[in-house]
């Protein structure tokens, strides 16, 4: 053996052997095969989901998202979506093909960030956030496009999730927004709501207003297709301006300043 005086290992040959002469080598090699099968199948009930499982966690989601301010408009959202009915949806198919990927950087992980028309300006720096229930207009990009906030309505809720305390809204407005250009382009009335935080972004688009666009969208491709009367409308994210908002929000985190993105740091 390398490393032990020789005089250590005899005496580990002695204790061996007597041991064994006793019987009580084979009675700790049978509990320590026994334990070791215990731990064993403890790790594998570990690893084993359970087969039906009781507990359910449900998505928090709410503001116009859940059918208005109102409780009784929400009631009114709520009873509808319980009611089965026989009618299909009337939408046509949208896919995306491998040139829809043309000039994107492959394997990333960047979201859709777009340009919109808002009360006619070009807006840039647009986040499509699908997980989201609530369109949201930042403080510095409404007071850009030369709105008052004497134009905003009430809104009576907390905004949560844009970090990690509540956000109290200074209000909404609904605002015309153009998705696409020309005959091929779509206008919604969009009730933004209003907040004064930091932020990488001018705006975030949200799962209701992308409902109604009736828009499909692919990371992968960094698009948003969308139906138009004319045919099927395509909206194009900018890979470049992606990634300068996520620098933007980590240089805005280094400073010690507010900041409410929805990024991980990778």
Known sequence: ??????????????????????????????????????????????????????????MISGRFGGGGLTKSSR??????????????????TISFTKEDGQGIISRHDN????????????????????????????????????????????????????????IKPLGYIPLNTTFGKGENSKTLSIDFIVVDVGSAYNALIARTTLNQLGAVVSTLHLYMKFPTSKGIATVRGDQKLARKCYNKSLNLREKGKEVHTIELRG
């Not at 959202?77 to 939408?91: A, H």
């Not at 229930?133 to 905003?152: M, N, T, V």
């Open 1 to 58: 053996m390398f490393g032990h005086p020789t005089n250590d290992y005899y005496d580990l040959k002695n204790v061996i052997e007597k041991l064994a002469s006793e019987g009580r080598l084979d009675r700790y090699l049978v509990e320590r095969s026994d334990n070791h099968g215990k731990r064993k199948r403890d790790d594998s009930d570990r690893r084993d989901p359970p087969q039906t499982p009781e507990r359910h966690v449900h």
């Open 111 to 166: 979201p859709v960030v777009i340009i919109m028309i808002l009360a006619n300006v070009n807006l840039h720096k647009t986040l499509v956030d699908q997980g989201s229930s609530a369109d949201i207009l930042f403080k510095p990009a409404f007071d850009k496009l030369g709105l008052d906030e004497r134009e905003l309505k009430a809104y009576p809720d907390t905004l949560y999730g844009l970090g990690d305390l509540p």
């Open 75 to 92: 009631k009114r959202r709520l009873k509808r979506v319980y009611q089965v009915g026989n009618e299909t949806p009337d939408l046509p």
